[in-house]
């Protein structure tokens, strides 16, 4: 008999389907902190993170219940995708944080910034440039600031960030070239020890 | 073109996403393009650094919602 772990997402929408009304929360269970995470990185309030996270998952219950889904397999991306969109909408509502429309990808990040010094020492300070490095990731334009949370918190591939932002891979990719090569920059300019 | 083209590549490969066909290509041109090895370096590390945070949770209180909304 398969334990819980070892059902695909896929089965457990089936099995929802089929009236197993608990495996549905399953799936939720399954991933909601990268779900999570990644809105919270892209909103940064936990409040707004809040209800994202639950408008999201209330269409994904909707969808599923209504027998539209039909993402075979690919149930991460798809919730992600229906996050990422709501997070924009979030965005056009005049949001807290600033929307910055780079020109290109290789944008001077730098005009904006209005970090503090601190000293350096052992391994307190290095944990505390750690989350100085991570804090930075919010300076970055919204294209690449996206295409990094989606990478390191969704845990998506560059061809599921692709499809879920509706660019080519070579577009996320880019993007996430250009962002990490701007965290450098700002890592060496102010000084921060990895 | 081919500088942005590898640099492309070393990110699929640091996330084990470059097609198998393309790797081994991959490999020796890393073994023996230091410029690119560098690259590959700085870029493994800050992926590195910024893969160690833990993963946030939605609040019980949203969970117990959406689970219940999800049951009946």
New interface residues.
Partial sequence: MKTVVSVSDQELITRYLKGHENSLGVLMLRHKSRVYTTIYQLVKDRDVAEDIFQDTFVKVIDTVRSGRYNEEGKFLPWVLRIAHNLCIDHFRRGAKMPIIQPKDDDTDVFSFLDLKEESVEDRIVRLQSHQKVKQLIQHLPEEQREVLVMRIYGGLSFKEIADVTEVSINTSLGRMRYALGNLRRLIDKYHISL | MTE?VT??QL??HI?N?LPPAERNSFEHLLVSDGDLQHEYQ??E???A?????E?????DS??K???D????
């Fill in positions: 942005s640099s492309l990110l699929l996330t996403e700085q870029t590390q800050l992926l650094l910024l893969q160690c945070d993963l946030l949770q939605p609040s949203t969970m919602l959406l689970l909304y999800a049951s009946h």
